[in-house]
């Protein structure tokens, strides 16, 4: 849809904003989805982890939802009553799930034997300190100058 199309048409120019907006948009769209199918998808999950694959997948599969959506939304179906919604919401569940899994990936790993030798030295200990000599001199003494 060129600018000549949308000027020919009648429609409130409250909205032409709009309109350009969404055509930019669309247009983006279009150019992201020549890029990806330029591709061929086993080329592409090839040199992807499997975290990243299903990364791909739900948001190519959500995407796809959420422009039918939109579809039935200009042909004037509620898409709040529609399978598509639940649709959507079981994606969402799985990019969750996979979104809990990469934070776990980040998360930083206990060292276990650092952590008690790190607990063990910090603790204060009545009996260690009768038998352990202070190399700084105990408050209250006065050392002996040579």
Do not use: C
């Amino acid at each position: 849809m060129s600018e000549d199309d949308i000027n020919t048409e009648e429609y409130p120019t409250e909205i032409h904003d709009y309109l350009a907006a969404f055509e930019k948009s669309l247009g983006s769209v279009d150019e992201m989805l020549k890029t990806m199918m330029s591709v061929s998808r086993s080329e592409l999950l090839q040199k992807l982890e499997p975290l990243e694959q299903a990364k791909l997948d739900l948001v190519s599969v959500y995407t796809l939802n959420s422009m039918f959506w939109v579809y039935l939304a200009t042909q004037g179906i509620n898409p709040k009553e529609h399978p598509v919604k639940q649709e959507l919401e079981r994606i969402r569940t799985y990019m969750n799930k996979v979104r809990e899994i990469a934070d776990k990936k980040k998360a930083s790993k206990l060292d276990k034997g650092a952590a008690s030798r790190f607990v063990r030295n910090a603790l204060w200990e009545p009996n260690a300190e009768k038998g352990h000599t202070s190399k700084t001199p105990a408050k209250g003494k006065k050392r002996k100058m040579d």
